[in-house]
């Protein structure tokens, strides 16, 4: 049995929690949810400890308690929170590169191809 987790286990935990509620872009009903729940985490916390032996056969009996002692431990969602927000603005900023070089190739490519001689109806106002 777990009595503690080490900060470095705590760290992966963490981050590994984040890094897949970013990847599903599901980053505010998480924060919302953990910011209403926060009260109350230290009574999950204990929920976690109490339903280890039943889920354990399905997680693991030493990441339910794992989960439940970072979970009793408001400090820990405070730092999930800060590392969803930071993935959150690294996906953000990547994504808004790439559609900037998307836009830079686009106009590349448009300056490339023979200039339009505008609509098809243009030809009428010409005469």
Excluded at 10 to 22: F, G, L, M, S, T
Excluded at 36 to 61: D, E, S, T
Aim: proline letters at 5%.
């Amino acid at each position: 049995m777990i009595f503690e987790v080490s900060p470095e286990r705590r760290d992966y935990i963490i981050n590994r929690v984040a890094e897949e509620v970013v990847k599903r872009h599901l980053e505010v009903p998480m924060m919302m949810f953990v910011e209403m729940h926060k009260p109350i985490a230290n009574i999950a916390g204990q929920g976690a400890h109490y339903f280890a032996p039943f889920a354990g056969a399905l997680l693991g009996n030493d990441l339910l308690d794992e989960v439940g002692f970072i979970l009793e431990d408001k400090q820990n969602l405070d730092r999930l929170l800060e590392r969803m927000e930071i993935l959150t603005a690294e996906r953000d900023e990547k994504e808004r590169l790439e559609r900037q070089q998307a836009q830079l190739v686009e106009e590349l490519a448009d300056g490339a191809k023979t200039p339009s001689r505008g609509p098809w109806w243009a030809f009428w106002r010409r005469r």
